[in-house]
Structures are given as structure tokens and as C-alpha cells.
């Protein structure tokens, strides 16, 4: 578990905003079997989001983060979520552009 805390700085050990089964989460590997990342499918007061979409520095810039957000996604979608959703921090550029490469209606960045 400790990669997946590196790559993801999430809360579930404490009551928080977002809850997140630890069964739902879904690691992900590059071709070769190295760890790529991990996404965390949640819910939160308004309902179904992207709890996390974290992607490991040395799998950054070949494309897994929007990969691990259309896996989510769907995962949510399979579990009845409609809508799903999700946000990220202005500074995030990459998740941005995910969300954005997406073509759904709307997301958030938000000043975090």
C-alpha cells in the first residue's frame, strides 16, 4: 500500500469529505508490468466522483492519467453513477487537460 500512498495522498484512514472502498481501487501498469498509477472511484456529499487519479513520476507524460480517468469513469458509470464528478487544482495542468480531453459538458478547477 505504501506506492499507492506515494502516488495518491488520500484519506481514508480518517473520516473525510470523500469515502472510497479500498476494494475500488484500481492500480494500473505500464505494458511491461511497472506500476503506472492508481485511480480512486469515491463518493461525496453531491454523489459518485474521481476520488484520485494519481499517476507515479517515472510513468508521467505518456498518457496513463487520462487513461486512469476514463477507467474511472467507467467504473462509476458500471456502478450506476450518472453523473460523475470530478475537479482538480489550477496548477494541475495535466489533470486539466485529462478532464478537459475528455469532451464532457463541464469539471471544476479550483483553487485548492
Do not use: K
Not at 495535466?94 to 469532451?103: D, E, H, L, M, S
Amino acid at each position: 500500500m505504501n506506492a499507492f500512498r506515494s502516488v495518491c495522498d488520500f484519506p481514508v484512514d480518517r473520516p473525510a469529505r470523500r469515502r472510497a472502498a479500498r476494494s475500488w481501487w484500481q492500480p494500473a501498469y505500464t505494458p511491461d508490468g511497472a506500476l503506472a498509477g492508481i485511480h480512486v472511484p469515491a463518493h461525496n456529499p453531491g454523489g459518485p466522483c474521481i476520488g484520485c487519479i494519481g499517476v507515479v513520476p517515472e510513468a508521467r507524460g505518456h498518457g496513463y492519467g487520462y487513461g486512469l480517468l476514463v477507467e474511472c469513469t467507467r467504473f462509476l458509470a458500471e456502478h450506476g453513477a450518472t453523473p460523475v464528478a470530478g475537479a482538480t487544482d489550477r496548477d494541475n495542468v495535466p489533470t486539466a487537460a485529462a478532464f478537459a480531453r475528455t469532451g464532457t459538458a463541464s469539471w471544476r478547477s479550483a483553487s485548492i
